[in-house]
């Protein structure tokens, strides 16, 4: 019998001596390999905090304390802990556990998240709860040096550093985002890691004074004097020290006695600690260590060698999205590349690898990287923007107030558009739609196969004013990709089948959704037409209004929200049009999405032929 079998609550766990707690690493390890090797999952950043979730556990006292996890796909040991150890076989899956933390799932998961650097400002919030309440307990955020990098992480230090809040964060560097790690907070990061030494820091911080225009070298000398001067060259994590936050580190995060100890200490503490530990991601798998980028988030894979389970599939949206935008990268010298930490998720990698000068990634900072793109534009360059749509949340007024405002030529490439699968709630990109087509001159596009979406990269490249391009998360649908550049014209959309009995209409690869119920269709006698949209805002009036006119029924179809989706833009120009009696069935979702395989989402929201055709022949009974 495995350790980790008898192991059902964090209970458990205080009992334990250290060599039990090195057996038990090795056991939880071992369990997600097994598991996360078929199910695909978080890997790496979650055989790098192994002991670090011990040692949580074994020195607090959860659920009472509170430990909120950033991001959260970092949570899978604490799940296994904290009673989820026999569900966790269905981590991921339709109706299984989901990848992060979930209140509705237990009461050891605090707060729900998916997206990055949120965790201070819960834990702050969780504090302050408490203290108004008078009650007593902890609150720790686990934070990666990914998430550090996020501008919500500042803004929630900033509110802590000036208060007396007791709180504990917990910084776990690890070198890494999904990709290495970029920006000057993880410079700073890597020079107290493997710079601890008093002479050098000593010099470092002098030399930095003394190069201070004119005062500099009197301001050296007094520093050197001055009572504070000295924390200045004794005190690592001086950054945080300042920004009133006590530091303690840095700890090696594999060393389970080590962490205890500061997690201990830092109990002790009054008002907000931050401890700051080094770990390795993929610590404990070879081929995980070796490559933590791409262990980061895998699919399936041999666990024996590593080696990804090998699909025979067309080229991914994304894949087709980074071979354009490098083709026209060549050709043009005014584009240049934008990407918040997601660089390989969203295609760029060749980009970088290609035109390092013309490429950015900005970290975890999506509004930044919205801002800093509408500049770019201004001063003549064709920034193009690629980030996943659940992202473009955290920058919907930058896109508003920014880039469209004043009509900065930005293309913002919404990569992971629809619902994406394993990831489920926090990641579906199921509300862009509904977001960017409100917001005057910015031109939507969504194309229904991997060739279009390359004809509309190089079509929003011409235009006069910002435009969003959606794409999926999956494989295209298998189309010959055209080798010359076509140019859409703008707010034209195609109508790809003739009906007289009922209109079709779709936004985005759902097109061929539509295309093959209306074979079904005709083969009941149902004339169906078929509408590729293309574009929202502006759409195209004259063809929606003369179709729907024609066969006074429409089915509406989109991988998104129903509110505010494609299917009510249409509905809007229909009623500006005048055009009434029209019967009509709108298909997409109306609420957050499970997660799982996304063929079984769609089915379970009727995104499928089937839905589409039983919903149209409803709507053939309903009208004569
Ligand atoms: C707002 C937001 N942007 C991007 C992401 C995608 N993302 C998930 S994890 C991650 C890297 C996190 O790095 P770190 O916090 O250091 O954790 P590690 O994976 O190294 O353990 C990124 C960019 C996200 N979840 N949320
Ligand atoms: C946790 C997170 O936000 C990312 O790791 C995300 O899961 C990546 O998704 P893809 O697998 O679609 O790149
Ligand atoms: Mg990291």
Same mark, same amino acid.
Request: hydrophobic share 40%; aromatic share 8%; proline share 4%.
């Given at each position: ?7 059902? =609550? ?7 001596? *250290? ?37 949580? #556990? ?79 307990? #902890? ?15 500042? *803004? ?41 030494? %008093? ?85 404990? %798998? ?51 590349? $934008? ?15 290609? %035109? ?44 508003? #107030? ?71 998360? =999956? ?48 083969? *009941? ?66 609420? %957050? $999405? ?31």
């Amino acid at each position: 019998m495995r350790l980790l079998d008898k192991i059902d =609550s964090p209970t458990d766990l205080k009992s334990l001596n *250290e060599s039990d707690l090195t057996v038990l690493a090795e056991e939880l390890r071992q369990e997600m390999i097994d598991i996360i090797s078929v199910n695909g999952g978080h890997l790496a950043s979650n055989l790098g905090v192994v002991e670090l979730t011990l040692a949580l #556990h074994r020195v607090f006292d959860t659920p009472t304390d509170k430990i909120i996890w950033d991001v959260g796909h970092q949570a899978y040991v604490h799940k296994i802990l904290t009673g989820r150890k026999d569900a966790f076989k269905t981590i991921r899956q339709f109706h299984g556990l989901a990848g992060f933390p979930k209140r509705e799932e237990s009461e050891y998961d605090c707060f729900d998240t998916g997206h990055a650097s949120t965790s201070i400002s819960a834990a702050l919030g969780f504090a302050k709860a408490r203290d108004i309440k008078k009650e007593n307990y #902890h609150v720790v955020a686990v934070i990666g040096d990914g998430a550090m990098s996020g501008g919500m992480a500042y *803004e929630a230090m900033n509110h802590a550093g000036n208060s007396d809040s007791n709180l504990i964060i917990v910084l776990n560097d690890n070198e890494m985002f999904i990709s290495q790690n970029v920006g000057a907070m993880s410079s700073y990061l890597n020079k107290i890691r493997t710079d601890p030494s %008093y002479d050098r820091r000593k010099k470092d911080v002098q030399k930095f004074i003394r190069n201070i225009p004119c005062i500099g070298s009197s301001m050296a000398k007094a520093a050197g004097r001055a009572k504070d001067g000295i924390k200045y060259f004794l005190v690592p994590g001086l950054l945080f020290e300042e920004l009133g936050l006590t530091y303690l580190g840095p700890i090696n995060g594999h060393d389970i006695a080590a962490l205890e100890k500061v997690l201990h200490q830092a109990k002790q503490k009054k008002g907000p600690v931050l401890v700051h530990i080094k770990t390795c991601k993929g610590n404990g %798998y070879e081929p995980a260590k070796q490559s933590p980028d791409i262990f980061h988030g895998v699919g399936p894979f041999s666990k024996e060698t590593g080696e990804m389970v090998k699909k025979n599939a067309p080229p991914t949206y994304t894949e087709v999205f980074g071979r354009t935008i490098c083709e026209l990268a060549e050709e043009d010298n005014r584009i240049v590349a $934008v990407t918040a930490a997601m660089g390989s998720g969203t295609g760029l990698n060749n980009f970088g690898q290609n %035109y390092p000068e013309r490429f950015f990634d900005v970290g975890i900072a999506e509004p930044h990287a919205v801002t800093f793109a509408a500049a770019l534009a201004l001063e003549g360059l064709k920034p193009v923007v690629s980030m996943y749509s659940t992202f473009y949340q955290r920058a919907y007024d930058q896109v508003l #107030h920014d880039v469209c405002l004043q009509n900065a030529k930005v293309v913002f490439a919404v990569d992971r558009a629809g619902v994406v699968g394993e990831d489920g709630k926090t990641h579906h990109g199921i509300f862009d739609i509904s977001f960017f087509r409100t917001i005057p001159n910015l031109t939507l596009m969504a194309p229904k196969d991997e060739n279009e979406l390359k004809h509309m990269i190089h079509t929003a490249l011409t235009l006069d004013n910002p435009v969003a391009v959606r794409y999926p998360r =999956s494989a295209g649908v298998g189309v010959k990709i055209d080798k010359e550049f076509e140019t859409l014209p703008k707010g034209k959309a195609e109508l790809l089948r003739e009906g007289q009995d009922i209109t079709l209409i779709g936004f985005g690869p759902v097109v061929n959704f539509c295309m093959e119920a209306a074979k079904q269709l005709e083969s *009941e006698g149902i004339q169906a037409g078929v509408i590729n949209l293309r574009f929202i805002n502006p759409i195209d009036r004259e063809m929606v209004t003369a179709e729907v006119q024609k066969t006074g029924r429409l089915v509406t179809v989109e991988d998104h929200i129903l509110a505010g989706g494609m299917g009510s833009a249409v509905l809007e120009v229909l009623e500006e049009e005048g055009i009434q009696g029209t019967a009509v069935e709108r298909i997409g979702y109306d609420d %957050y $999405v499970e997660h799982g395989a996304i063929p079984l989402l769609h089915q379970d929201c009727g995104l499928t032929i089937e839905h589409i055709v039983s919903v149209s022949r409803e709507l053939m009974k309903n009208r004569c």
